[in-house]
């Protein structure tokens, strides 16, 4: 059993409270509309849960990585990573929320919408049954379904929710038929009794286990946006409200890849096929399509919506070459860090912009460096570090990635390729980049400077520390994403 | 009539390949969410003859806990349609065209 002082029962126990006390206390109370106070209150409760967190990695009270355990939740420093991922991007969603949610219907369902997300991330991460792990998945999607139309006389935002809705109920639909086809041949529905058992499986029954496999890979690439499954994201990503693209896109995506890093890379490596390449051709595919296409967009959203199609790309080059090399999965887990906390900053400086400008199409953003100088600050540092320029945090887990492809090579010959091809992309990312921060600049009449939301500012402040802190002092981060990388060994 | 595994499991890929047919052809947001139904379905089929033949329990507790959600999140998807509704008077997918790139 699980005790009840493990870092997820406490999380669960204080956001689970919090995000059900939230709605009652809004009934409770006769007067309506004031947003701050119920962000507040989550607020509140994310930082108890980070604080927890941290605590309990400061007073080594967590176990070491570990993928198999008997338990249906692992209190493991794995989770704990994503976890201080996925806290760090809620809070940026609450604070972003609070002015742009305000004069807005319902606010108190919206913020604790957030938190039983936020729970769902978490439990993701600490899973290691796969019923646990569908529960956590459903508990994530249903509050985003809903958060992605919050703004229900919006048409652009009901579009994104409904197509969000199809795509997502069909990933988790293929995602139980997996499940019922691994716990078909295994008997179990514990992740590491079913890697064991797939590691000695017959030969005329490994076409279902690779059939299994696949069905990982389709329903959670819905939610990575891998390339074959991403039609949806742009239009999701662009229509929901920008402080919610900022969850999706940071928060949502990054507990796919930590159901991918449980599920996927572990049944791949007890199969052990040449899963490797396959899954390095949709890490080259994913960030390609993502760059290219992102050039061509009008919208600032959009571009950060394709843009974070590419980084899943990058981030999947860890998974691709996780049998060759350890290296890769700590440059897959810090670069996923890095990017919850630049994306999340960049959607959530859109919500600023949203906010004061009621647009982000990208001709609305000329002359912005002068009307909202902290805002593009907060921009143009983490386009920046998404492109991976040297001194800040995106190019180490950069270089960490595809240092590790290079090394690689010794025992695959093609897995240099995947670190060229990621050079090269962030190259061309660079370039697009670099187009917004022209405009932003360099273009456009001299405007009045305008008043900056103030909780966007708080947000900008506090990512240009991180990224730029953990650009010039790398080292306590990298040593602490070390201890969070699983061991690999299969023992049959 | 014969009671073995592989009947249920042709059902059940029956079922899963319908359910696909149907997500891929037809654009009507009911019949796509009808669709995803089926295949929880085909899944919910597996779990419980496999729960059957295993002779363990797990399957059937998962099929449970699989048919609550579904049913949340039909409850979620039919809302979000209804809205759609009232804005397009249609819930064709193909028609919603605000957002493109």
Do not use: C
Not at chain 1, 85 to 94: C, E, H, K, P, R
Not at chain 1, 124 to 147: G, R
Not at chain 1, 177 to 195: E, F, H, Q
């Amino acid at each position: 059993m699980i005790e009840l002082t493990s870092t997820p029962m406490i999380i669960v126990a204080i956001l689970g409270t919090i995000g059900v006390l939230i709605p009652v206390i809004s009934v409770a109370r006769k007067e309506h509309g004031s947003s701050s106070f119920y962000g507040a209150i989550a607020l509140g409760a994310l930082f108890a849960s980070i604080g927890y967190v941290i605590y309990q990695i400061a007073a080594n009270n967590i176990a070491p990585a570990a993928i198999f355990t008997e338990d249906v939740l692992a209190d493991d420093t794995f989770g704990s990573l994503f976890a201080i991922a996925m806290l760090i991007v809620a809070i940026f969603t609450t604070v972003g929320s609070f002015n742009y949610m305000r004069k807005k219907s319902h606010p108190a369902v919206y913020f604790s919408l957030i938190l039983l997300s936020t729970i769902g991330m978490v439990l993701i991460a600490y899973s290691t049954d796969l019923v646990m792990l569908f529960v956590a998945w459903e508990l994530m999607s249903i509050p985003t379904y809903v958060l992605a139309g919050f703004m229900k006389k919006d048409p652009s935002s009901n579009e994104a929710a409904l197509k969000y809705f199809l795509f997502g109920a069909l990933s988790s639909a293929i995602i139980i038929y997996g499940i019922s086809i691994a716990y078909g041949l295994t008997g179990s529905t514990n992740i590491g009794d079913v890697i064991q058992t797939f590691a000695t499986i017959d030969s005329e029954m490994l076409p279902l286990a690779l059939l299994a496999i696949a069905m990982f890979v389709a329903g959670f690439g819905f939610k990575m946006g891998l390339v074959p499954f991403h039609m949806w994201l742009p239009d999701t990503y662009e229509g929901a409200p920008p402080t919610i693209s900022a969850l999706l896109a940071a928060g949502t995506k990054k507990a796919g890849f930590a159901a991918a890093l449980r599920v996927i890379v572990m049944g791949s490596i007890a199969l052990s096929l040449d899963w490797t390449f396959a899954l390095g051709v949709i890490a080259v595919m994913t960030m390609t399509v993502g760059n290219i296409a992102a050039i061509m967009q009008k919208n600032l959203a959009r571009v950060l919506a394709y843009s974070s199609i590419g980084h899943a790309g990058y981030i999947l080059i860890g998974l691709a070459i996780a049998p060759y090399t350890a290296i890769g999965i700590q440059g897959s887990l810090f670069h996923i860090l890095n990017h919850a906390v630049m994306k999340g900053a960049a959607f959530i400086a859109v919500a600023g912009i949203v906010t004061t400008l009621a647009s982000s199409h990208l001709d609305k953003i000329k002359g912005l460096g002068r009307s909202m100088p902290i805002t593009s600050l907060g921009l143009v540092i983490s386009l920046l570090a998404l492109a991976g320029v040297p001194p800040l945090n995106g190019f180490w887990s950069k270089l960490i990635l595809f240092g590790a492809a290079l090394d690689a090579g010794a025992v695959a010959p093609w897995t240099p390729w995947l670190a060229i091809a990621g050079v090269l992309n962030s190259a061309l990312s660079l370039a697009y980049y670099g187009w917004i921060i022209r405009k932003m600049y360099f273009e456009g009449e001299t405007e009045k400077r305008v008043r900056e939301p103030a909780s966007v500012v708080a947000v900008m402040i506090f990512s240009i520390i991180f990224i730029v802190g953990i650009g010039v002092y790398p080292d306590p981060i990298i040593q602490f994403v070390e201890t969070a990388v699983p061991s690999l060994a299969v023992t049959p | 009539m014969s009671n073995e595994l592989i009947d249920f499991f042709i059902v059940s890929i029956a079922l899963l390949g319908i359910g696909i047919y149907g997500l891929a052809v037809k654009r009507n947001a009911i019949r796509m969410l009808f669709a995803i139904e089926i295949i929880i379905n085909a899944a919910n089929l597996n779990l419980v003859a496999f729960a059957r033949f295993l002779s363990h329990s797990g399957g059937q507790t998962l099929a449970l806990f699989s048919i609550a959600i579904a049913a949340a999140e039909v409850a979620v998807g039919l809302a979000l349609i209804i809205v759609a509704y009232r804005m397009y008077k249609n819930v064709d997918i193909a028609e919603f065209r605000s957002l493109k790139g």
